[in-house]
């Protein structure tokens, strides 16, 4: 039976009470369970429900809320970063002058069936920090139209790195866009899950989670604000990914 003939009853009949039941709400809410359903195998989903529930259990275990804070970064790019960036690549040998360059992409936006901003930062801007990393370089997403997404690449680096590190950033962000196998989607719906799990969990109910949840976008790629309990896109003319530098 695939994820889009689960109705609500069947889905409480499956499932436990407590984390096991908004695990499996947050993933299968709404419009995200026929994304779900046409990307994604049900023993991969099945699979991924499994890790999200032992993450929240593990940090459900912190008390302190900043060392869970860091806990549950730590946690998250061990367990739900995208194969691409769980190596970072080493640059080659560097000569020259310590030199800043910068190249630009041009993404149309109507071409996809998803925010693509949203999609590039990930939840809580983990996304594009991981971009970052793996590429050494400065991202600044910015919309100088309405259907244009216009992504700056800026690399400071010794002239025999600086092209290469562009290179790479383009990489990344190439990669996460495509999204060829699910595999970015999957975990940006995982990291979404936890982060929810770890902040709403015990004190949530049926009732007032399915209300936090009705308004997740198709993709489910929905943005964490801090200071409030609501998701939110990134709708802003501007993002630059050294903004998070101080919570690293």
Known sequence: MSYCKLNHTSLYLKVSEGKRWLVSELFLCGAVVFKAAKMFSRERFQEMLRRCEEVIDVLNGYRHPALRSVAMDRMISDEFSPELFKTTPQPPIPWGYFIRRQARMSILTTLYPFNVASRIIGPAGSTIRAIKRYSGCRIVLS??????????????????????????????????????????????????????????????????????????????????????????????????????????
């Open 143 to 248: 919309n100088m139209a309405q259907s244009v997404l216009i992504i700056d690449i800026i690399s400071e680096d010794f002239q025999g790195v600086v092209d290469w590190r562009i290179g790479k950033g383009i990489e990344a962000i190439q990669y996460v866009v495509k999204d060829e196998n699910g595999e970015v989607s999957l975990n940006q719906l995982a990291e979404q899950a936890v982060r929810r799990g770890v902040r709403a969990f015990p004190r949530v109910t049926p009732q007032s989670n399915r209300r936090n949840f009705a308004g997740a976008n198709e993709s489910g790629m929905a943005v964490e604000n801090e200071n409030t309990d609501e998701e939110t896109e990134y709708t802003a003319n501007s993002f630059d990914s050294s903004d998070g530098d101080e919570r690293e």
